[in-house]
């Protein structure tokens, strides 16, 4: 049923005090997988032979968009298929590095990587900003920042009002699409 979202339902449920398969909470826990994959750019969870077209550093690294890098399928400069190990080696930190003494050429779209990437467990930084997103889309009324009924007021905090908090922020900016200007 949840296979595609970044958070266990049940986690969730035990929060709002709800069952794990109640529309609202996965409605909820969807939406707030949906954001976190647009705010980083990618799905997050394990994918297969991604194909990315990268530019050209003049230098002996290139940096894969998407960490961790699981696989290396093939590289191609210009085309021409390289050898790994002989030609070039990566990392797991989606660092491709030109071998024996050569540099990667400093042109645009000169390589093309077809790569593994992602998460087969997801981090547990993710799943808690999911499950806090989650919960405040669960529960906050959209535009309402305080509310009083008889003798009780609830006032929503910062999160509400803004969005996200600091832990979203800083979940977002470790997983996020990488871009040439970050090696």
Same mark, same amino acid.
């Given at each position: 049923?949840?296979?595609?979202?970044?958070?266990?339902?049940?986690?969730?449920?035990?929060? #709002?005090?709800?069952?794990?398969?109640?529309? =609202?909470?996965?409605?909820?826990?969807?939406?707030?997988?949906?954001?976190?994959? @647009?705010?980083?750019?990618?799905?997050?969870? #394990?994918?297969? @032979?991604?194909?990315?077209?990268?530019?050209?550093?003049?230098?002996?690294?290139?940096?894969?968009? *998407?960490?961790?890098? $699981?696989?290396?399928?093939?590289? =191609?400069?210009? @085309?021409?298929?390289?050898?790994? /190990?002989?030609? +070039?080696?990566?990392?797991?930190?989606?660092?491709?590095?030109? #071998? @024996?003494?050569? +540099?990667w050429p400093a042109r645009l779209g000169c390589l093309e990587a077809v790569y593994g990437h992602g998460w087969a467990e997801i981090p547990d930084d993710?799943?808690?900003?999911?499950?806090?997103?989650?919960?405040?889309? +669960?529960?906050? *009324?959209?535009?309402?920042?305080?509310?009083? $009924? /008889?003798?009780?007021?609830?006032?929503? /905090?910062?999160?509400?009002?803004?969005?996200?908090?600091?832990?979203?922020?800083?979940?977002?900016?470790?997983? =996020? *699409?990488r871009t040439g200007s970050d090696v």
């Amino acid at each position: 049923m949840a296979t595609d979202l970044l958070a266990d339902p049940a986690e969730l449920a035990v929060w #709002l005090g709800r069952p794990a398969d109640d529309p =609202k909470l996965v409605a909820a826990l969807r939406a707030a997988t949906r954001r976190f994959r @647009g705010a980083v750019g990618h799905p997050v969870t #394990l994918v297969a @032979g991604d194909t990315v077209r990268l530019d050209g550093t003049g230098r002996a690294t290139v940096l894969l968009p *998407v960490w961790p890098t $699981v696989s290396v399928d093939s590289v =191609k400069l210009d @085309g021409t298929l390289l050898v790994e /190990g002989t030609d +070039y080696e990566w990392s797991e930190s989606g660092i491709l590095r030109r #071998l @024996g003494c050569q +540099y990667w050429p400093a042109r645009l779209g000169c390589l093309e990587a077809v790569y593994g990437h992602g998460w087969a467990e997801i981090p547990d930084d993710v799943a808690e900003v999911v499950i806090d997103q989650a919960r405040s889309l +669960y529960t906050v *009324v959209p535009g309402v920042q305080s509310k009083a $009924v /008889g003798g009780q007021s609830v006032t929503f /905090g910062a999160q509400a009002a803004v969005g996200v908090t600091s832990q979203w922020s800083a979940a977002v900016a470790r997983h =996020k *699409v990488r871009t040439g200007s970050d090696v």
